[in-house]
């Protein structure tokens, strides 16, 4: 592991189940591209706010591997997005990244960023071929090209950088002076309170206060929300400390009630930079937050780091594997989870879909028993008994855990983890398990009628890898609910 960015951070999903932070997880991608049309809305503004360049950028000479370059545009957040995504795509394409100064004026205080920085001049010296990116990784962005590309629009989606993952982390890990600093401040407030817990939380106000409502019919984090979240913590915490950050203080100095003497607005109530914020936000041991790129990273570093898991976790996955193994010499394990239970109801009700059936499995099953010598399958789900009448368990080489019984959603999702391949169906679970487990894997693709409310809200670009294997569902039974 990295010095972590988070290396204090105990994560919000620490105090909360797996399933809960799957939806923490939707949740994000929701609000990921709710954050991505908010930025095109409230464009100009960013781009009234140029900070002039530094004085001593990096002189360069133009190489064979050319001069990739991203616009800075937003705030930390974005300008997080923005970086991870350059750093990402320059690298598939084998060409060579550099930051624009104001980037690097935003950033390289707080983070320990390391690709070049371009000067001014250069900039404008350079015939830009300009390339506008949508929010999710796409098979095109593979081979951009171009020696000299600035890659334009406010990239924030994991699909870009997920495989990264600990480079990226890398980056944006702290200088020590920053953590000096935030340490400072958190041991600061502890006073003569022997055992604290530091709540950092992240209230997005500013343009979304008017935009959300607005245009997206969505609403800002309100005063109830604040008060139930601390209320949480306050109950299970000893001595809880709530740290405030924000880009509107004087709302919450007026909305959060501090009475109980348990509530810090940082930088004296008045906005401070963004930069500050987020280490200080790092530090504590939870986080509650609204909405905003500022808030997904933090989510997105954290769960990341969630997810190692724990060492009797592993073992017991392990152990159980190699119980299947049996006389094979050369397995490999493919874990598969059927998501069924209420999305069996839900989905052509509510969301006119549908979930994996029968013959989606097996072609999936069928792919990976034709490529690898020795597979073993290992069947989860929350609706086993559906998965033993219609998967043919008759070669041997299928298992369904827990003896074909429901079990726990995090022992599941540990043994899924912990296998060489995926086969999912739908549910942010199996896209967890996917992403985690890094092999080959197959999802269930365009399970949903085009006029789904559903992909109001899911972007399955923005979810799927591109490099996965999506099979098509078979939408015939809504068809036939719709016209027959
Ligand atoms: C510190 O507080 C936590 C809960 O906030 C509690 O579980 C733990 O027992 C406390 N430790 C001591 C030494 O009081
Ligand atoms: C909580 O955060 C503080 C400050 O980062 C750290 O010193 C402490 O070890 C953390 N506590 C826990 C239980 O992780
Ligand atoms: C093990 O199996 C894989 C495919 O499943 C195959 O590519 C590899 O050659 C096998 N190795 C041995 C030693 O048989
Ligand atoms: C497959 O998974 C098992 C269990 O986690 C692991 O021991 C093995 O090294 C993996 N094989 C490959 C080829 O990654």
Not at 184 to 195: C, E, S, T
Not at 228 to 257: H, L
Not at 267 to 282: H, I, N, Q, V
Not at 358 to 371: P, S, T, V
């Amino acid at each position: 592991m990295p010095p972590l960015l988070l290396g204090a951070m105990k994560s919000l999903i620490s105090w909360v189940s797996v399933r809960q932070v799957l939806l923490i997880f939707l949740y994000l991608l929701t609000i990921l591209g709710i954050t991505f049309f908010l930025q095109l809305q409230s464009q100009s503004p960013h781009q009234g706010q140029r900070i002039p360049s530094p004085s001593d950028p990096q002189q360069l000479s133009p190489t064979d591997q050319g001069i990739w370059t991203v616009n800075s545009a937003g705030r930390l957040g974005n300008q997080m997005g923005e970086y991870a995504t350059l750093y990402a795509l320059a690298k598939i394409n084998g060409y060579q990244a550099y930051i624009l100064p104001e980037m690097h004026q935003q950033l390289a205080p707080f983070f320990r960023i390391t690709l070049p920085v371009l000067s001014s001049d250069v900039v404008q010296n350079i015939p830009w071929k300009d390339y506008e990116l949508h929010d999710w990784m796409s098979e095109e962005y593979r081979h951009i090209e171009g020696k000299y590309v600035r890659l334009t629009g406010y990239p924030c989606s994991w699909t870009f950088y997920h495989h990264l993952r600990q480079e990226i982390l890398q980056e944006f890990s702290f200088h020590d002076q920053v953590k000096e600093e935030a340490n400072r401040y958190l041991a600061g407030l502890r006073g003569q309170h022997q055992n604290v817990t530091y709540v950092g939380i992240h209230v997005r106000r500013g343009d979304y206060v008017q935009v959300m409502p607005q245009v997206w019919k969505g609403v800002v984090a309100d005063k109830a929300y604040l008060e139930k979240a601390m209320g949480y913590f306050r109950a299970k915490y000893q001595e809880p400390i709530f740290v405030v950050t924000s880009n509107g203080m004087e709302w919450c100095r007026e909305n959060i009630d501090a009475s109980r003497g348990d509530v810090y607005f940082s930088g004296d109530g008045k906005e401070s930079s963004p930069g500050r914020d987020f280490a200080l936000l790092a530090h504590c041991n939870h986080t509650i937050m609204t909405i905003g790129t500022f808030g997904i990273w933090a989510g997105y570093l954290e769960i990341l780091q969630e997810f190692s898991f724990h060492d009797h976790i592993k073992e017991e996955a392990n152990r159980y594997l190699a119980g299947l193994r049996g006389q094979r010499r050369n397995v490999t394990y493919v874990g598969v989870h059927v998501r069924r239970g209420d999305y069996v109801q839900e989905m052509p009700m509510f969301w006119k879909g549908v979930v994996a059936d029968k013959a989606y499995l097996e072609k999936a099953i069928g792919y990976f028993r034709a490529k690898y010598q020795e597979p073993v399958f290992v069947v989860t789900s929350n609706g086993m008994e559906w998965c033993r009448e219609n998967i043919d368990a008759s070669r041997g080489d299928v298992y369904f855990s827990g003896d074909g019984k429901e079990s726990s959603p995090g022992r599941d999702f540990a043994l899924l983890a912990h296998c060489n391949h995926t086969i999912m169906t739908i549910g942010t679970f199996g896209i967890w398990v996917g992403y985690l487990v890094g092999g080959e894997t197959i999802y269930l693709a365009n399970y949903m009628l085009p006029d789904s409310p559903f992909l109001k809200i899911f972007k399955p670009e923005a979810a799927f890898l591109p490099e996965w294997i999506g099979i098509n569902a078979d939408l015939s039974p809504l068809w036939r609910g719709r016209f027959g």
